[in-house]
């Protein structure tokens, strides 16, 4: 009764056997559940230099601690494995309805080895595992796939599906895997592990309990939470035509100063992540024409095109994940759109139609509904893909690759017909499409030449759409993390938006006036805050919260509160965010020992402003990113030159006794 099922499931491919493991009690007060969990079972598991697409990888699925014990906005799954982008660590996490599936099934995760010979599904129900044959599945994208499962399995219990489409099958790096028919773990190219491994679906029916320690706490505290999330809305007045304005005047302002982040909450049920289509590009968060353009080059008469209330008025229902009070989602109905071919989707997230939209220059969002709705049911992350064919376009319009090279397209900034045909190859690996099926880095090798000029990553991976030239905190994030390229593991607003240092000890505290003056610079300050955000995102994705319940503020969605219900603990602030520390060092030490140098995730000169843009709202920034890096590492307590985890530190955590457990 701690929350926590106490059990992991490992699933041999190769053999079809399947083996059940009690986790220790310390394994969870030492690393949480989630993705400690999962970094805990990895490290031990996968040998050094074992091939990410080969058998000795191992894949995961894990659920949070938190989930099902009666806390909310706590329904985050990820999943888990060696990263075929990067060669080191691999995480993405997603919502949806699979986290308290995998619970309900007798499990905090299910682990996969090996091979299977032929296309499988893992089917677990309160009998137990079984394989299955996927040889129907195979080939058909991520939605038909699901559909016909549930048929199969669904009856009157609440079955959960994790699926990949033709990118996964087809082993493209920026593959990735989805739930409830269009929510995407669409980060580290676990969707090309999942389909090297010939696993089509994990299908969960059980129908077990979740106890918590102290049950009527966390009602306590989830009646609290909600009744604050009920009780913000915007005005009836606030439109989306309003958000640049709102944009400009923030940025005006200056400064980041601590905020209520309630504040954030309205917009959230509003309009979800797309409110951000049109507040982010006045003041340069949002990347323009592949990172080096700007409002500039499209401009109001272009951006409108993406203002939030249009999409909303296509939502048919607004989509709350598992246990959400705050639902982002909607399921909008598309099939003028695409001629009847789809009739609903899941909207667009704000990654997705800046992806599609201003990095490429394209004012069609008619075009962004089908290309988000073609790449969910193929399993292909937006993210990348978009960051992909900016590249593209950037390498032709330089004269790098010709109309021979792209099969005839012509590949021109906001040539919306050329953006969806090239989406459609990278999918199917047809063409110029394989050139580019598995990311910039390895396209940029492919085509060779000057293009890496053009290829913006960070250790590999393609950068989410926000702007470390405005946040530069974000920037060391996108840079230090184990997972690079992530603009979901912190920044200086979502620092400012937790207020955590009202809860923990070492966390800088901030002055009503902001900090505008030094946030270019690297400071003891910047690296405790891009620390503490390291270490408070590790405990949530131990716990299965979600980030927009994270910066509405610790004092208002009670985290640590909530983990102390569930499982008795009573820890303090101060040694949770302990165990953060100790979940980043590991997977840390992940990367160090499959030969990564740290530094080589430092993200591209472009987006670090080097040479600064010399117009337009980031006109003359720079972020000293090596130096912000190093400082973030020294207060990690790694090598600051290098990024290694220190021998000390090591030993302070624990290390060589917990993971050498029976």
Known sequence: MKGYIGKALFVDLSTGEFRDEVVPDEVYESFLSGVGLGAYYLYRNIPQGADPLGEDNMLGFVS?????????????????????????????????????????????????????????????????????????????????????????????????????????????????????????????????????????????????????????????????????????????????????????????????????????????????????????????DAPVKNWGGSILDYHFSSYRNMNPDRIIEREERKYHCYSCVIGCGGVCNISDVTGGKFETSHKPEYETVNSFGALLLNESLDSIYYINEIMNRAGMDTISAGNTIGFAIECYENGTITR??????????????????????MINREGFGDVLADGVKPAAERIGKNSYMYAIDAGGQEPGMHDPRLDPILGIHFSADPTPGRHTVGAGLYYNYMRLWDFVSWAPKISSRGSK??????????????????????????????????????????????????????????????????????????????????????????????????????????????????????????????????????????????????
């Open 64 to 284: 949070g601690l938190l989930t099902g014990t009666g806390s909310v906005v706590t329904g985050r799954w990820l999943a888990v494995g060696k990263s075929p982008i990067t060669g080191g660590w691999g995480d993405s996490n997603c919502g949806g309805n699979l986290s308290p599936a995998i619970k309900r099934s007798g499990y905090d995760g299910i682990f996969f080895r090996g091979i299977s010979r032929n296309p499988v599904y893992l089917y677990v129900d309160d009998n137990g595992p079984r394989l299955m044959d996927a040889g129907f599945l195979w080939g058909k994208d991520t939605v038909e796939s699901e559909e016909l499962l549930l048929e199969i399995h669904g009856g009157s219990r609440k079955v959960a599906v994790a699926v990949i489409g033709q990118a996964g099958e087809k082993r493209s790096l920026i593959a990735g895997i989805s739930n409830d028919k269009g929510r995407m773990a669409g980060r580290s190219g676990l969707g090309a592990v999942m389909g090297s491994k010939k696993l089509k679906a994990v299908v969960l029916a059980g129908t077990g309990k979740i106890e918590p320690h102290n049950r009527e706490e966390i009602l306590k505290i989830t009646k609290e939470y909600s009744d604050k999330v009920k009780n913000v809305k915007l005005p009836g007045m606030v439109k989306g035509s309003m958000l640049p304005m709102a944009s400009r005047l923030m940025e005006k302002a200056g400064g980041l100063m601590p905020q209520d982040g309630m504040m954030s909450i309205p917009m959230m049920k509003k309009w979800g992540t797309i409110f951000s289509n049109t507040f982010g590009l006045p003041s340069g």
């Open 404 to 425: 021979d090279d792209t099969d005839g397209l012509e590949l021109t900034w906001g040539n919306t017909g050329a953006i969806i045909a090239l989406a459609e190859k």
């Open 517 to 662: 003056g030094n946030k270019y610079e690297a400071t003891d300050e910047t690296a405790l805050k891009s620390v503490a955000n390291s270490c408070i995102k590790q405990i949530l994705d131990g716990s299965g919260g979600c980030l927009f319940a994270l910066i509405s503020g610790v004092g208002n969605w009670r985290l640590f509160d909530y983990l102390n219900a569930a499982t008795g603990w009573e820890k303090t602030p101060d040694e949770y965010m302990e165990i953060g520390k100790r979940m980043q060092t590991l997977r840390q030490m992940f990367n160090v020992r499959e030969g990564i140098d740290p530094m080589s995730f430092r993200m591209h000169k472009r987006i670090a402003g080097d040479p600064p843009m010399r117009e337009g709202p980031l006109k003359g920034r720079t972020v000293p990113i090596e130096d912000m890096m190093k400082d973030h590492w020294k207060y990690f307590g790694w090598d600051g030159e290098t990024g290694k985890p220190l021998g000390e530190t090591m030993q302070a955590l624990d290390f060589a006794r917990l993971l050498n457990m029976e």
